[in-house]
Structures are given as structure tokens and as C-alpha cells.
């Protein structure tokens, strides 16, 4: 059950703001019923992708210690993002879906959250240590990771293997600006590290990841 969309969604500007979760983001709105956990089945879309990876403390490793042994929920951002329907959505549903997790402590447990950044020259393990503050605590049932590579060559082929669609704007000399272009996409990866659900804007609702979640974590 794949939704998609193919809303191009602008996230970015050149901006000195604090954390994502200070910016005001615009959720979608629902406007169905939610089927209940485990009353239908996400079907395997594809392999999650891997590649090498820096944690916010700076520990390198491969992105697949993040992607198994867990339901994972993955976003790619950018730390600087204004959109209030790109990476600050993404922040905001992450940060819901947090607190109810949090609340079923035997459920945080078995879920983790990967924020990965589209700017492994701006988004360095300090920058990201900033961004994340307490988020990121080590002593959390549910594990919240800021990671980041450390060039866009390593990057790339993650960007990839997930299927998101990323490009940096160019001035009027040709150089990199600080604006991404990027298709809002976040993905739900069961313990095998296999994507199970990709949702877009219009689905990126907490009460639907939430279900789907439970789903998951049901399976046998």
C-alpha cells in the first residue's frame, strides 16, 4: 500500500533560525478513517539503502545499524529548512509520533527515528548536536539518530538507493547555493531493513504512521 505524491515540495532558504521545532510547519489534513493496526499489510517496497554514515557524537558506521533490528522511521533534511511543509513537517510528525511512542515504553523500545541530512558540509556532527539537543539522548527507549555523511560523494549513493529526489540551486555564477530542492518523502523500514511504507505530504499524518507502526510491530 504505497501512497504517493508528486508534489515537488521547496525546502530550504539561506536563514540563521533555531531548531526545526521552533518553525511553524503546515500538516495535512485528515480527512478519512484510519484503519486499525493489523487489519491490513504493508507490502515490501524495496531494500533500504547503505552507505557510511556519521552520528551526531561523531561515531562513523553504516547506515544499515540504523535501518535493522528495529522498525525505523527515516526522514533526509537539511538543518536550516523554513518550509513549513518540508523539513519542519517532518520534525514536527517525528516529535508527535515521539510522545505517543514514549508512552507505550514496550513499543518505543522495538521503534527508532533517523533524521539524515541532505548537507554533509553544513550539517556536521557538532551542527547536528545542536539541532537535535536533548532528541538525541542516549538513554531514551525510542533512539532518535542525526546522522550525516562525510562528503555528498558518500551521500549519494544513499540519496540513491532510497529513490529521493534532491538537487542543489545554483547562482547566477554557478555556484552551490544553500537552497535544496526535494521531494518531502519519509520511510517506514521493518527490523529486516526493508522499506514497508513511503509517505509524501499528503500522508504524513501521526495517526496513520502510528497504525502502520503497530502493524509492523505485530507482524511475526
Not at 555528498?152 to 549513493?157: K, S
Request: with cysteine; charged share 20%.
Amino acid at each position: 500500500m504505497v501512497r504517493r505524491r508528486a508534489d515537488v515540495l521547496l525546502c530550504g532558504a539561506l536563514a540563521c533560525l533555531g531548531l526545526a521545532g521552533a518553525l511553524a510547519a503546515i500538516p495535512p489534513r485528515q480527512q478519512f478513517t484510519v484503519p486499525a493496526p493489523g487489519s491490513y499489510r504493508l507490502e515490501s517496497i524495496q531494500a533500504a539503502a547503505d552507505g557510511a554514515v556519521l552520528e551526531s557524537d561523531g561515531t562513523a558506521g553504516p547506515l544499515r545499524r540504523y535501518t535493522t533490528g528495529k522498525v525505523t522511521l527515516l526522514s533526509f533534511i537539511y538543518t536550516y529548512c523554513v518550509d513549513p511543509v518540508g523539513c519542519p513537517l517532518a520534525f514536527q510528525t517525528f516529535s508527535d509520533l515521539r510522545t505517543r511512542l514514549l508512552a507505550k515504553p514496550e513499543m518505543a523500545r522495538r521503534v527508532r527515528f533517523v533524521s539524515l541530512s541532505f548537507d554533509p558540509t553544513n550539517d556536521t556532527p557538532t551542527a547536528l548536536r545542536h539541532y537535535a539537543g536533548n532528541l538525541a539522548a542516549p538513554g531514551s527507549p525510542l533512539r532518535w539518530h542525526f546522522l550525516t555523511t562525510r562528503s555528498a560523494a558518500e551521500l549519494r549513493p544513499i540519496v540513491d538507493g532510497f529513490g529521493q529526489d534532491v538537487s542543489v540551486n545554483v547562482d547566477a555564477q554557478g555556484r552551490p547555493t544553500r537552497f535544496y530542492n526535494h521531494l518531502l518523502k519519509v520511510f517506514l523500514i521493518d527490523a529486516r531493513g526493508r522499506v514497508r511504507e513511503i509517505y509524501t505530504t499528503a500522508y504524513l499524518m501521526p495517526d496513520v504512521i502510528f497504525n502502520d507502526i503497530q502493524t509492523l510491530l505485530m507482524e511475526r
